[in-house]
T-cell receptor, first 115, second 113 residues
Framework: DVKVTQSSRYLVKRTGEKVFLECVQD?????MFWYRQDPGLGLRLIYF???????EKGDIPEGYSVSREKKERFSLILESASTNQTSMYLC??????????????FGPGTRLTVL | KNQVEQSPQSLIILEGKNCTLQ??????????LRWYKQDTGRGPVSLTI?????NTKSNGRYTATLDADTKQSSLHITASQLSDSASYIC????????????FGTGTRLKVLA
């Protein structure tokens, strides 16, 4: 059974703290993604990685950074958490299949609250 | 602008009834369209994936249709169950092999006993 796991389901942090969100996939996928999901806005891409040590900014990268030192692990870092980063964070992975069927597999999500 | 719009925003039906959710998109160049089911507090799970040449795809009681000419898709749920209560998200991806996925905001379905 394929799996994407995230380090925490719920997290509460204080403004200004450094926050690490970890994601691990066991499918040997090349692509990994970090999204945030807010009511009424749908999923928005923060960062994307298509290979180890490679990353690309998504639509809303401000205030975030990422790290991909190993193929199976993709970390999202909030350098100095702010209240407007309170959200549900979803990690996903996909393979680089040809033919357009590169389905994304999502983790269970981390609900982050910044006080 | 690449957009995916879903309707209705929310829907309440009685157990056992059928329902249809709509997805309209203005995405180009189109690669494929997926429907995901997302239970509250969970990550989305894929229901169907359709490429340009496919008009219908079924997964149990879920049937998705795609009209690439009118850029519309629908997800039909037959004989609804309480466990169908969830958000349903339509996602369109741009050309094959890229990472660009355009997400709709979802339809929140509530099935009542």
């Amino acid at each position: 059974d394929v799996k994407v796991t995230q380090s925490s389901r719920y997290l509460v942090k204080r403004t200004g703290e450094k926050v690490f969100l970890e994601c691990v996939q066991d499918m040997d996928h090349e692509n990994m993604f970090w999204y945030r999901q807010d009511p009424g806005l749908g999923l928005r891409l923060i960062y994307f990685s298509y290979d180890v040590k490679m990353k690309e900014k998504g639509d809303i990268p401000e205030g975030y950074s990422v790290s991909r030192e190993k193929k199976e692990r993709f970390s999202l870092i909030l350098e100095s958490a702010s209240t407007n980063q309170t959200s549900m964070y979803l990690c996903a992975s996909s393979s680089q299949l040809a033919g357009g069927r590169n389905e994304q597999f999502f983790g269970p999500g981390t609900r982050l609250t910044v006080l | 602008k690449n957009q995916v719009e879903q309707s209705p925003q929310s829907l309440i039906i009685l157990e056992g009834k059928n329902c249809t959710l709509q997805c309209n998109y203005t995405v180009s160049p189109f690669s494929n369209l997926r429907w995901y089911k997302q239970d509250t507090g969970r990550g989305p799970v894929s229901l169907t994936i359709m490429t340009f040449s496919e008009n219908t795809k079924s997964n149990g009681r879920y049937t998705a249709t795609l009209d690439a000419d009118t850029k519309q898709s629908s997800l039909h749920i037959t004989a609804s169950q309480l466990s169908d209560s969830a958000s349903y998200i339509c996602v369109v991806s741009l050309t094959s092999g890229t990472y660009k996925y355009i997400f709709g905001t979802g339809t929140r379905l509530k099935v009542l006993a």
